[in-house]
């Protein structure tokens, strides 16, 4: 999926949120004609169908964008802790930061429990760690949720990264703000047009005054900017180049490669 998707986020006020059981939500998707988001027993292939993580009675909430089911995530409660029961995002809203709206919606539900997460796709745990997410000692976790772990089929490929397969205990930092993230998207936009400069500003120079001139009208907007306002003033930089540059088609796909790579050494 494009980046431009992105310049279409979805943002909090665009979600409905229901709360209700993993059977309900996965009967919500298959009514919507969505397959794709199966209980824990059919998803999880590193542990067993019967295993705690799986069979935990767990709660659901799903996100809703124009009454169309768009995501889940959820927990299982066990104990003094709360097991993760996933995270899911249907494919055509996926890159619109939707996944960061349901963790924020699960640290909101989860109170002052422990909710324990187990990851093994590297490639999100900078998205947990902004929220907070922080290593907690495996002496602290239940003989047999220690057993079901060490039964994961994948577990050497977890120890290779997590050095003991780590888990994150959600312990909010006192300086943590879900803007951390947009101020990410914003270096990576603003550093990639200026990396294009040469290319941009060329001629009476005008179509690049525009384009700084936003750039400056971003970074006078503050903290307390809406994310939706930020996303429509990168859409405007997009639409100048595109429309105002004779090649703008092949600048803007130049762009969005530029973009990719430096949002891959970001997230890296």
Same mark, same amino acid.
């Given at each position: 999926?494009?980046?431009?998707?992105?310049?279409?986020? /979805?943002?909090?006020?665009?979600?409905?949120?229901?709360?209700?059981?993993?059977?309900?939500?996965?009967?919500?998707?298959?009514?919507?004609?969505?397959?794709?988001?199966?209980?824990?027993?059919?998803? #999880?292939?590193?542990?067993?169908?019967?295993?705690?993580?799986?069979? &935990?009675?767990?709660?659901?909430?799903?996100?809703?964008?124009?009454?169309?089911?768009?995501?889940?995530?959820?927990?299982?409660?066990?104990?003094?802790?709360?097991?993760? &029961?996933?995270?899911?995002?249907?494919?055509?809203?996926?890159? $619109?930061?939707?996944?960061?709206?349901?963790?924020? !919606?699960? /640290?909101?539900?989860?109170?002052?429990?422990? #909710?324990?997460?187990?990851?093994?796709?590297?490639?999100?745990?900078?998205? #947990?760690?902004?929220?907070?997410?922080? *290593?907690?000692?495996?002496? !602290? =976790?239940?003989?047999?949720?220690?057993?079901?772990?060490?039964?994961?089929? *994948?577990?050497?490929?977890?120890?290779?990264?997590?050095?003991?397969?780590?888990?994150?205990?959600?312990? =909010?930092? $006192?300086?943590?703000?879900? =803007?951390?993230?947009?101020?990410?998207?914003?270096?990576?936009?603003?550093?990639? /047009?200026?990396?294009?400069?040469?290319?941009? *500003?060329?001629?009476?120079?005008?179509?690049?005054?525009?384009?700084?001139?936003?750039?400056? $009208?971003?970074?006078?907007?503050?903290?307390?900017?809406?994310?939706?306002?930020?996303?429509?003033?990168?859409?405007? /930089?997009?639409?100048?180049?595109?429309?105002?540059?004779?090649?703008?088609?092949?600048?803007?796909?130049?762009?969005?490669?530029?973009?990719?790579?430096?949002?891959?050494?970001?997230?890296?």
């Amino acid at each position: 999926m494009s980046w431009w998707n992105i310049i279409k986020r /979805i943002n909090p006020e665009d979600i409905t949120f229901k709360e209700m059981s993993e059977e309900e939500a996965v009967a919500t998707f298959n009514k919507d004609g969505y397959f794709d988001y199966q209980k824990r027993r059919m998803r #999880y292939k590193t542990l067993p169908s019967d295993s705690i993580f799986a069979t &935990a009675p767990a709660t659901m909430f799903v996100a809703f964008v124009d009454g169309v089911p768009a995501g889940v995530i959820g927990y299982a409660k066990y104990k003094n802790l709360l097991l993760d &029961a996933g995270v899911h995002v249907r494919k055509e809203y996926r890159e $619109k930061g939707l996944t960061s709206i349901l963790l924020d !919606k699960i /640290i909101k539900e989860k109170g002052n429990k422990t #909710y324990l997460v187990n990851i093994s796709n590297p490639n999100i745990i900078n998205s #947990y760690r902004r929220r907070g997410f922080i *290593d907690i000692d495996r002496t !602290k =976790l239940p003989r047999e949720i220690l057993e079901e772990l060490d039964m994961a089929k *994948d577990l050497e490929q977890v120890q290779k990264f997590f050095q003991n397969y780590k888990m994150f205990n959600m312990t =909010l930092r $006192k300086n943590f703000t879900p =803007l951390n993230e947009m101020e990410e998207w914003m270096q990576v936009f603003i550093n990639s /047009i200026y990396e294009m400069q040469r290319k941009l *500003d060329r001629g009476t120079g005008r179509n690049w005054f525009d384009i700084t001139d936003i750039i400056q $009208k971003i970074a006078y907007m503050g903290e307390g900017a809406e994310h939706k306002d930020i996303m429509k003033k990168f859409g405007k /930089i997009v639409e100048i180049i595109e429309t105002k540059y004779k090649n703008g088609k092949e600048l803007k796909e130049e762009l969005n490669k530029i973009i990719q790579r430096r949002k891959g050494e970001l997230y890296q």
